[in-house]
Antibody, heavy 119, light 107 residues
Framework: EVQLLESGGGLVQPGGSLRLSCAAS????????MSWVRQSPGKGLEWVST????????FYADSVKGRFTISRDASSDTLYLQMHSLRVEDTAIYYC????????????WGQGILVTVSS | EIVLTQSPATLSLSPGERATLSCRAS??????LGWYQQRPGQAPRLLIY???NRATAIPPRFSGSGSGTDFTLTISSLEPEDFAVYYC?????????FGGGTRVEIK
């Protein structure tokens, strides 16, 4: 059974930093692209970032480019999102999501972790 | 950036009725469109990938169709658990984008 478990969220002041983790199990983690998708309170879904299976390629939404860094550790089957220079508008539930074969749609999602940016 | 426009924003229907949800893309997305269901307090769940393929364990009352820039999700007969928000998403171009969602509510 595929499981994705996010951690590391919480309250942070504007301008601060936070690192999210996503522990993956139940599938060949190193073989699939992995992503972060966020959802602001009461709003829709926004893709944040994706990393390729071999770590060679990373992709970012313009809204986070230069501030967020996605990475993965194949030895521990863990996905990360390092967030710097956080803004109030980054407040959201952050979901870790697995992409399907051949860079498919998001076929499995974690339960999400709340990040609140506020003074 | 490819913009996905979903309509209607809200659909009010009764259990057993047919639901038809629309998603229009700002340019051709080569059929690389998926649909997700999100129930309150839950993560999204993939229903349909690449226009018309049902994801694992998705019941046959859910079907997808379309081409070019116009796509449709149909729920043939609404079950109580189908009242939720539905999002479309394209994987044709970076950045990946989602539609704004359609809420299917009980009439």
């Amino acid at each position: 059974e595929v499981q994705l478990l996010e951690s590391g969220g919480g309250l942070v002041q504007p301008g601060g930093s936070l690192r999210l983790s996503c522990a993956a199990s139940g599938f060949a983690f190193r073989s699939f692209p992995m992503s972060w998708v966020r959802q602001s309170p009461g709003k829709g879904l926004e893709w944040v970032s994706t990393i390729s299976p071999g770590d060679t390629n990373t992709f970012y939404a313009d809204s986070v480019k230069g501030r967020f860094t996605i990475s993965r550790d194949a030895s521990s089957d863990t996905l990360y999102l390092q967030m710097h220079s956080l803004r109030v508008e980054d407040t959201a539930i952050y979901y870790c999501a697995k992409r399907g074969p051949n860079w498919g749609h998001f076929d499995f999602w974690g339960q999400g972790i709340l990040v609140t940016v506020s003074s | 950036e490819i913009v996905l426009t979903q309509s209607p924003a809200t659909l009010s229907l009764s259990p057993g009725e047919r639901a038809t949800l629309s998603c229009r893309a700002s340019q051709s997305i080569r059929g690389l469109l998926g649909w997700y269901q999100q129930r309150p307090g839950q993560a999204p769940r993939l229903l349909i990938y690449d226009t018309s393929n049902r994801a694992t364990a998705i019941p046959p009352r859910f079907s997808g169709s379309g081409s070019g820039t116009d796509f449709t999700l149909t729920i043939s007969s609404l079950e109580p658990e189908d009242f939720a928000v539905y999002y479309c998403q394209q994987r044709s171009n970076w950045p990946l984008t989602f539609g704004g969602g359609t809420r299917v509510e009980i009439k």
